[in-house]
């Protein structure tokens, strides 16, 4: 069995040093760190989770991290709860009559930013990761040290507990609605960033759905960040060229609000002129004009259930590793040219 004294052999450190890497800790030089890191990952060196126990006391916090993918907010990350809001909420609900307090932190993908997702762990009883913000090789290390569970992460990987929403089939339902109940064939795709799992499962999804509909392409694919000044710098991609596509189908809500307004700023008439939708459902999505058509995410569900999933690996730090997978549900409103309620 690999011990932390082979680790430190191989990585050509002291054990102290590897300790800290383990931690955490930020005294340790960043290149130094993924050296070590490198050699456990190589190694399979997982520690003792009964030594861990003898230094570790119980300090009654969930450390929750999660990604910052745009500086410059603007009305709608401004005014109104997001996908990360409500995974907040969700989560500090599910911990309400524990002893348990929630800790956050939230930055841009990095090396700084991982940094203090390590610090803020040693801090914490257990972890809570929106999206995963860390490699597979740094969160196997880190679920090596204590309870993580992610949240909207790759279905596929083994490390930790993972919930996420379903994608393929929100995705699948909504482009078919374009496709089959509008007859549109020209459709965009405004896609979300390449490291985001929830990104890149709806952009296979809308790919699959488009090539099995006779007639229907793909006209272009745009990428974004999630933010709503992405989506305003997509709608201007598309308003300098020659024909607008049918339908622009956004990877997220933020994303489609920005591609909307900047089309109406354009004199563009959405629906008539071309159909605008989105992905998850926040507040915003409801009450611009028109209602933008979308697919409703269970926030509370992922968030909650997540959190509960943490307690009880806390208590059991031996389960197994399980992926559930949320249901989504499409929510059709007027931006996809559906008659409004009522007409």
């Given at each position: 069995?690999?011990?932390?004294y082979d680790?430190a052999?191989?990585a050509?450190?002291?054990?102290a040093?590897?300790?800290?890497?383990?931690?955490g800790?930020?005294l340790?030089?960043?290149?130094?760190?993924?050296?070590v890191?490198g050699?456990?990952a190589?190694?399979g060196?997982?520690?003792?989770?009964?030594?861990?126990g003898?230094?570790?006391?119980?300090?009654?916090?969930?450390?929750?991290?999660?990604l910052v993918?745009?500086?410059?907010?603007?009305?709608?990350?401004?005014?109104?709860?997001?996908f990360?809001d409500?995974?907040v909420?969700?989560?500090e609900?599910a911990l309400?009559g524990?002893?348990y307090?929630?800790?956050?932190?939230?930055?841009?993908?990095?090396?700084?930013?991982?940094?203090r997702?390590?610090?803020?762990a040693?801090?914490?009883?257990?972890?809570?990761?929106?999206?995963?913000?860390?490699?597979?090789?740094?969160?196997?290390?880190?679920?090596?040290?204590?309870?993580?569970?992610?949240?909207a992460?790759?279905?596929?990987?083994?490390?930790?507990?993972?919930?996420l929403?379903?994608?393929?089939?929100g995705?699948?339902?909504?482009?078919?609605?374009?496709?089959?109940?509008?007859?549109?064939?020209r459709?965009?795709?405004?896609?979300g960033p390449k490291?985001?799992p929830?990104?890149?499962?709806?952009y296979?999804?809308?790919?699959q759905?488009?090539?099995g509909?006779p007639?229907?392409s793909?006209d272009?694919v745009?990428h974004?960040?999630?933010?709503?000044d992405?989506g305003?710098?997509?709608?201007?991609?598309?308003?300098?060229?020659?024909?607008?596509?049918q339908?622009v189908?956004?990877a997220?809500?933020?994303?489609?609000?920005?591609?909307?307004?900047?089309?109406?700023?354009?004199?563009?008439?959405?629906?008539?002129?071309?159909?605008?939708?989105?992905?998850?459902?926040?507040?915003?999505?409801?009450?611009?004009?028109?209602?933008?058509?979308?697919v409703?995410q269970?926030?509370?569900?992922l968030?909650g259930?997540?959190?509960?999933r943490?307690l009880?690996?806390?208590?059991?730090?031996?389960l197994?590793?399980v992926t559930?997978?949320?249901?989504?549900?499409?929510?059709?409103?007027?931006s996809?040219g559906?008659?409004p309620?009522?007409?």
């Open positions: 069995m690999t011990t932390i680790v052999r191989v050509g450190v002291s054990t040093t590897v300790s800290r890497v383990l931690r800790s930020e340790v030089h960043a290149d130094t760190r993924q050296r890191l050699v456990i190589e190694l060196y997982v520690p003792d989770a009964s030594a861990r003898l230094t570790r006391r119980r300090k009654d916090i969930i450390a929750l991290a999660g993918r745009s500086t410059d907010e603007l009305d709608v990350e401004r005014s109104s709860l997001l990360i409500h995974l909420h969700a989560a609900h309400r524990t002893d307090s929630l800790l956050l932190t939230f930055g841009s993908r990095g090396e700084h930013f991982e940094q997702v390590r610090a803020i040693g801090k914490a009883d257990g972890l809570l990761i929106a999206e995963e913000l860390l490699d597979r090789a740094d969160l196997r290390t880190l679920a090596a040290q204590l309870p993580v569970v992610v949240i992460g790759s279905p596929d990987q083994p490390v930790t507990d993972v919930y929403s379903d994608n393929t089939s995705m699948t339902a909504l482009t078919g609605h374009l496709t089959g109940q509008h007859g549109y064939r459709l965009c795709f405004v896609a490291d985001a929830d990104a890149q499962a709806r296979s999804a809308f790919e759905a488009v090539a509909s007639g229907s793909i272009q745009i974004g960040d999630f933010a709503e992405s305003i710098a997509a709608a201007r991609i598309l308003l300098g060229r020659t024909a607008l596509p339908a189908v956004c997220n809500d933020q994303m489609a609000i920005g591609v909307l307004r900047e089309l109406q700023r354009s004199g563009i008439r959405v629906p008539a002129d071309v159909a605008v939708t989105g992905f998850d459902d926040v507040y915003p999505s409801r009450v611009i004009d028109p209602a933008l058509t979308t409703s269970p926030f509370n569900d968030g259930r997540a959190a509960v943490l009880a690996r806390i208590d059991d730090p031996a197994a590793p559930e997978v949320l249901p989504t549900q499409l929510v059709i409103r007027a996809c559906c008659p309620p009522g007409d």
